[in-house]
């Protein structure tokens, strides 16, 4: 059983800085990508990052987050972080932690290539 627990959402002003986690557990659980995709109110799921998990580390990033947000991963702890500055209200949504173990296929940032989520954490910016 695949399980993905995110942490670190909470309240934080325009301008502020929040660094989410998404901590990895499941035995057999080997992911190829790890993403963190939001939501916010009365909107569609939006891509945020992703990154690999091969050696190569290699990083995707949303338009609207690009320069703004950080992604990294920590293979040992298989958990992957998003350092997020400079936060606008916009950023304001429910952040899901997702992971995809096929191999066969390159980067994608289609929530519905994604098999494996954990159930959210709210990040609110206020003006």
């Known amino acids: 059983q695949v399980q993905l627990v995110e942490s670190g959402g909470g309240l934080v002003q325009t301008g502020g800085s929040l660094r989410l986690a998404c901590a990895a557990s499941?035995?057999?659980?080997?992911?190829?990508?790890m993403a963190w995709f939001r939501q916010a109110p009365g909107k569609e799921y939006e891509f945020v990052a992703a990154i690999t998990f091969m050696p190569s580390r290699t990083t995707y990033y949303g338009d609207s987050v690009e320069g703004r947000f950080t992604i990294s991963r920590d293979n040992a702890k298989n958990t992957i972080y998003l350092q997020m500055d400079s936060l606008k209200v916009e950023d304001t949504a429910i952040y899901y932690c997702?992971?995809?173990?096929?191999?066969?296929?390159?980067?994608?940032?289609?929530?519905?290539?994604?098999?494996?989520w954990g159930q959210g954490t709210q990040v609110t910016v206020s003006s």
């Open positions: 997702a992971g995809q173990v096929d191999r066969t296929r390159g980067f994608v940032n289609n929530r519905y290539d994604y098999p494996y």
């Open positions: 499941g035995r057999t659980f080997s992911p190829y990508f």
